[in-house]
């Protein structure tokens, strides 16, 4: 290679400048020649701290191209030290070490002119080559530049899994996207051994990005496990994380194998503006199995707390309805209204609406006659109020209602004033279920206008009578009462069998319905297929027993509702940091719970009775009462009288004729005593034991 111009003229002049810095010292001392050279190597010293300043790309190569001038400065000073030329001609080695140095600096210095110079030895680059789409997955001897710039990625990475590439074709939009076909470089061989990491390295991935898929039989092309789709998509995956589309991110956090639904895909998402609530549907993959909704998890993925009661699922089948509400549904209040309460020509009103928006719908009858009832609630649950929306239905229908309760209340004492007939306590209740039972009996014989005796039909004409409805008001309590309790148990039981053909309803009020209450499980079964059970803020460590005792399948048990409806109120940390306590929360959530009208149970809240106004207005202007010959029947049985009296002489069995007690006779009222009857409970529990033993023993 020849010696650039400029280097040879740099050199020269090294060459002619060292006599001058080792002959100026020494022959003209204090000459202009010593200023210039001073001046020179000054310059270099400022080189130096600019360079050094700069502290960017080429900063030693600068400082480098300035240490000539600034050696040749120090030989100027130490000539002019030296007495005479030095020892040993020092001043004259030192200028001639001087321009040594120049000619092995000199080829570094100019390394520092980077944005001057060519790239001499650089080789000219290729232009990249444009991927060329193409839309068929078939072997090609003339493949694309795209395939073949993929093969020599794959063959550089050592052709992972002994495969190579058949074909690769580029995702339009995506600058680093695309699609192999591979297949075993063995014929009849399978692809083993293939990982997503050895496809990442290959193409300088992450490993998440890569993508496996079954490659089917086509025409001209085999398949099989031999060949291998794979989709290596950094840009799309990018794009999912930052800007899905709903589809991908109800997958991603709902519909994934770890998700709230998995299984589940994505089909449309709509807004109500107007009731402020957004409906997702989504549909099982399979489109067979009934989904397995996580509700926790579900309210996390979509942007709500549990505890807020925004989200409810609804599923049919294999379709699944998510609904996402701004505020809780169950925090709202829906007023009772006649026209909500006043049945259709199916007996069918409104009760209350659903998480979802729609009626929920009681009924005064079914195919199988009268209705029976089951309201379940703790204290405070709204027991009462849902009682009373049953009872203003009922009397709307025209029906005779008669209500009685183990203990007095204001709220069902001003109910009492719209029924026939209203008590509070025990002996009020046995005596309203001895009529009942009577009444089937009496209406059994009732001859209808056709002159033939029918069970009851709301829709056949002619009937002789009305339906009645019986509210019973803290059943258990008074169920285990120990002078009656055993009787009122197992008169419920025949009037729940019996009764809906003979247009009798029996209502039901308790806060529990569990066997080891008392609460029999042939009464739960009729009670439960002849009504509409509801369940109004069951405790969460009661609720799965609870619905198993209704008939409640393992997988259609709901999860517990929030302890409140209301939003946490922002600004907790500013308290916390204040000192300030935390506001009291709203745990009214009273009327809220679940009712069971299909095999699964649906989240409501029911309508709301106002008692501090005037509830009238709920209630027809006539008080339905029993047809006179029912009337006269019952006194002919010495049941139709005043049943708050005390029990009379006779009522409850004959009278002891000594002081001995009978071991066929319990304990009443006044020292009277009656057959002891039959209990028809199974005994589960060590109380009901004790009881019975009591019983057994007349202690």
Known sequence: MSTPRSVALERLAYTLAAPVLAVAPNVYPGSHVDAVVQLAGAAGVGGWVLAYRDGGQGSGRKILRWSPLVLAAAVDVAAKSTPGWGPWWLDGLLAAGWAAAGWAVLPFSRHARTRHRPALAAPALEPAAQPVPETEWT????????????????????????????????????????????RASEEGRPITGLTDAAVAAAFGVDAPVVHFADVQ?????????????????????????????????????????????????????????????????????????????????????????????RVFVTTAGPDILVSVWDASPLATVHPATRDLLTPDQDGRWVSGYLTNGQPARQRVYTDRGAAHGLFVA??????????????????????????????????????????????VGALYMVRLLRVLAALMEIR???VWADGQVHEWDPALPGCPYRMLSAYLDEFLSA??????????????????????????????????????????????????????????????????????????????????????FSPEEAGRIERIMAGEPEPPSDSNTGGAGWIIEGKKPEVLRTLYM???ADIALLFPDTVQHLTDHEIRELEARGLWFDWTEPPRPGEFGPEPKDEAEDEDTVPHHRGRRAPAPRRRDTVTTARQALETIKHLTNT
């Open 479 to 564: 169920a285990r009462n120990g002078d009656y309790g055993a009787e009122v148990m197992d008169l419920a039981e025949q009037v729940s069998v019996k009764g809906r053909k003979y247009g009798v309803g029996l209502k039901v009020a308790g806060q529990s319905i569990y066997v080891q209450d008392g609460f029999t499980q042939l009464l739960c079964e009729n009670l439960r297929e002849n009504c509409i059970p509801i369940l109004l803020k069951v405790a969460p460590k009661k609720i799965t027993d609870m619905f198993k005792a209704l008939g409640t399948t393992a997988e259609y048990i709901p999860e517990p509702l929030p302890r409140s």
């Open 444 to 446: 059994g014989t009732m």
């Open 139 to 182: 072997p090609s001897d003339g493949a694309s530049p795209f395939t073949r710039q993929v093969r020599q990625l794959w063959e550089r990475a050592g052709n992972p899994g002994r495969t190579i590439v058949v074909k690769a074709v580029p995702h339009a939009g995506m600058p680093h996207d695309l699609s192999m076909l591979l």
């Open 610 to 612: 106002d008692f501090k």
């Open 217 to 309: 039989r086509q025409a001209g092309r085999e398949g099989g496990p031999g060949w291998l789709e794979v989709h290596i998509t950094p840009n799309a995956e990018q794009r999912r994380r930052t800007a899905p589309t709903p589809e991908e991110k109800w997958q991603d956090t709902v519909g994934g194998e770890r998700g709230a639904i998995p299984g589940s895909v994505f089909v449309k998402k709509t807004r109500d503006h107007e009731r402020k609530v957004t409906f997702t549907i989504a549909r099982m993959e399979d489109g067979t199995r009934e989904p397995r909704v996580n509700v926790s998890a579900l309210c996390t993925a979509m942007g709500a707390a549990y505890d807020d009661g």
């Open 378 to 423: 703790p204290s405070g649950g709204g027991k009462t109020q849902l009682m009373g929306l049953h009872i203003a239905a009922d009397a709307l229908f025209g029906a005779v209602v008669m209500l009685a309760t183990e203990a007095p209340d204001g709220k069902t004492a001003a109910l009492g004033k719209h029924t026939a007939r209203y008590g």
